[in-house]
């Protein structure tokens, strides 16, 4: 499956921006979904992920609370709602799929990526 992420940009701190990634197969429904980012020098990490029927969120530490995964099956898109935005969230954005329905934490869990999306975050 080939995965598309859009939605980045330049926002202030406090701020919001919605992340979207969409995906070229019908059998979407079948991948669990996450969202990994990378700062500048650091190594990717988990930020959210859900199941294959949307239900099932999970989130990091660092975006509980401010940040909200969702799908839409029927768009074949999940999307990313980021509120409350930090200098710190400032990192490439990617979208991964899992096939067999859920999602892991773990990047190595993940089998298709899509090629990042930049969110700029600033003071």
């Known amino acids: 499956v080939q995965l598309q992420a859009s939605g980045g940009g330049l926002v202030q701190a406090g701020g919001s921006l919605r992340l979207s990634c969409a995906a070229s197969?019908?059998?979407?429904?079948?991948?669990?979904l996450g969202w990994f980012r990378q700062a500048p020098g650091k190594e990717r990490e988990f930020v959210a992920a859900?199941?294959?029927?949307?239900?099932?969120?999970n989130y990091a530490d660092s975006v509980e609370g401010r940040f909200t995964i969702s799908r839409d099956n029927a768009k074949n898109t999940v999307y990313l709602q980021m509120n409350s935005l930090k200098p710190e969230d400032t990192a490439v954005y990617y979208c991964?799929?899992?096939?067999?329905?859920?999602?892991?934490?773990?990047?190595?869990?993940?089998?298709?990526w899509g090629q990042g999306t930049l969110v700029t975050v600033s003071s």
């Open positions: 859900i199941n294959w029927g949307g239900d099932v969120p």
């Open positions: 991964a799929a899992k096939d067999g329905g859920w999602y892991a934490v773990a990047e190595g869990g993940y089998d298709y």
């Open positions: 197969r019908r059998t979407f429904r079948r991948y669990g």
